[in-house]
C-alpha cells in the first residue's frame, strides 16, 4: 500500500469511531475481503492482522507510555509487535466447559459477536451477550438450555471459567501488559489497544506528509501526486533543500 492509498485510509477514518475504523485498518490488511466476512473473523485474528499492518508500516518496535495506578509515575519502555501480534493456531471445533452439572460448548468470539455486546449498557451485560452468542450448546444437569435463556441461568463462575478458556485459546483478542514501578514497585495492568495506537501513527504520520506535501507544493510548484510518488528519501532531500535555500 503507498502513501496515497495510506492518505485514503486516514482520510475515510476521520469522522468514524472505534469499530468502524478497526474495520477499515482490517480492510486495508485483506482488500479482497467483504465487510461481512471481515466481521466473521475471531478477534483474536483481526488483531494479529493489525499488528501485522502495523509492523509493515512502522517496524516491529512500539513504544508504550503508561502511568503507574498507585503513584503516577510515567513509565515508558518498548514492545516487540511481533511478539504482541504473534498468531496462535485456532481450536478444531468447539471449546468446552464442565463445571458442576453444567457444560457448554462455545466457540471464539467475531468481530460481529464483539460488537454486538460493545451495545450494552452495563460490563455484566455485555459479557453475558458474548457468552449467549459464541455458546453453541449448553447443558445443566444434562437437559439442554435454550440460547435465550443461558443469560438469567449460566452461574457467573462458569462465565468465568469460558472467559478464561477462551482468551488461552486466543490471546492476542486482548493484550493486557503488566508492568512493575521502577518507582513504587506496585503493578499495573493496562490493555493495549491496537486499533487505537495504530491510529494514533497513522494521523501523525498523514498530517506530517501532508505538511510535507504542502511545503514541496509551494516550493517547486508539483502535485500531490508527483510528490507522494517520490520516495521517503528523496522527498527528505527536497525538503532540506528547501530548509537551506
Known amino acids: 500500500m503507498g502513501p496515497a492509498e495510506l492518505l485514503a485510509v486516514w482520510e475515510a477514518g476521520l469522522a468514524q469511531g472505534a469499530a468502524d475504523r478497526s474495520l477499515l485498518l482490517h480492510r486495508a ?92 449498557s452495563r460490563p455484566d451485560e455485555a459479557r453475558r451477550t458474548l457468552v449467549t452468542v459464541c ?22 463462575r462458569v462465565e468465568g471459567l469460558i472467559a478464561e478458556k477462551a482468551a488461552q485459546a486466543d490471546p492476542t483478542a486482548d493484550v493486557t501488559l503488566n508492568v512493575a514501578c521502577p518507582e513504587c514497585g506496585e503493578a499495573t495492568s493496562a490493555e493495549l489497544d491496537i486499533t487505537s495506537y495504530l491510529w494514533t501513527e497513522l494521523d501523525t504520520w498523514a498530517r506530517d506528509l501532508m505538511l510535507d506535501v504542502h511545503l514541496l507544493a509551494s ?11 517520490l520516495s521517503p528519501l528523496r522527498r527528505r532531500y527536497y525538503l532540506e533543500l528547501c530548509a537551506d535555500a
Request: aromatic content about 6%.
Open 29 to 120: 490488511v485483506r482488500p479482497a475481503a467483504t465487510a461481512d466476512e471481515l466481521l466473521a473473523v475471531p478477534v483474536g485474528e483481526r488483531e494479529a492482522d493489525l499488528f501485522a499492518l502495523r509492523r509493515a508500516l512502522f517496524g516491529e518496535r512500539m513504544q508504550v507510555r503508561v502511568e503507574c495506578g498507585a503513584c503516577g509515575e510515567a513509565m515508558e519502555f518498548d514492545l516487540d509487535a511481533g511478539v504482541l501480534g504473534k498468531r496462535s493456531t485456532p481450536p478444531e471445533g468447539p471449546l468446552r466447559v464442565a463445571d458442576g452439572d453444567w457444560v457448554v460448548d462455545f466457540r471464539l468470539p467475531t468481530v460481529a459477536d464483539l460488537a454486538a455486546a460493545a451495545t450494552a
Open 135 to 156: 455458546t453453541v450448546a449448553a447443558l445443566r444437569g444434562g437437559e439442554p438450555v435454550a440460547p435465550g435463556e443461558l443469560a438469567a441461568l449460566l452461574p457467573e
Open 219 to 229: 516550493a517547486y510548484g508539483w502535485s500531490e501526486p508527483e510528490i507522494l510518488a
